[in-house]
């Protein structure tokens, strides 16, 4: 029997993953597999395989894409306390890397040098927006996953088309 810990520390990773998966598919990205077993990913917890080109902006809002929608399930702001699991961590670090590479960019091509801030504070508006607007696919998504604990891209497109046929997912906000 599973203690209180683990399961949700399942639930977290269901809805984290399944953050990731909703927002790869609205900025049109292609994952390989995402699942909450830390065997099959090797990594401490769930993981995401695939594809990791594309727009900054988009990468960044992938990245924090779990963590509002694992916070979003449990009533938690994302903000205040984000770094509550290891994936949080990892992932807040991976958006900053594609936040402050493109703020550099920005900064050699148009001399501005205080963008940092405002792009963080627009990718996190967009987050938030891109996870309530998509709440009930991510919970299909989540509640699978918490199911069968890994699925491909092929399940996910299946399993969307059948449990949600009149949803269609928005666009990147």
Not at 5 to 16: D, G, K
Not at 60 to 85: H, M, R, Y
Not at 129 to 136: A, G, P, T
Not at 154 to 160: K, Q, Y
Request: net charge negative.
């Amino acid at each position: 029997m599973e203690t209180r810990e683990s399961e949700l520390f399942r639930m977290h990773m269901a809805y984290h993953q399944a953050g990731h998966v909703i927002a790869d598919l609205v900025s049109g990205h292609r994952f390989t597999f995402v699942t909450i077993r830390p065997e099959v990913s090797g990594e401490d917890n769930g993981a995401m395989s695939g594809n990791a080109r594309g727009r900054a902006r988009d990468l960044a809002v992938v990245q924090l894409a779990g963590i509002v929608a694992s916070a979003k399930k449990t009533g938690c702001d994302p903000w205040e306390n984000p770094d509550q699991f290891d994936d949080d961590s990892a992932d807040i670090a991976a958006a900053r890397i594609f936040i402050d590479d493109w703020a550099k960019f920005l900064s050699r091509t148009y001399g501005e040098s205080s963008l940092k801030d405002q792009l963080w504070d627009e990718i996190a508006n967009k987050t938030l927006l891109l996870v309530d607007q998509n709440w009930k696919v991510i919970e299909v998504i989540a509640n699978v996953l918490l199911e069968q604990e890994a699925l491909s891209y092929a399940d996910v497109i299946r399993i969307l088309k059948e449990r949600c046929p009149g949803s269609t997912l928005g666009v990147m906000p």
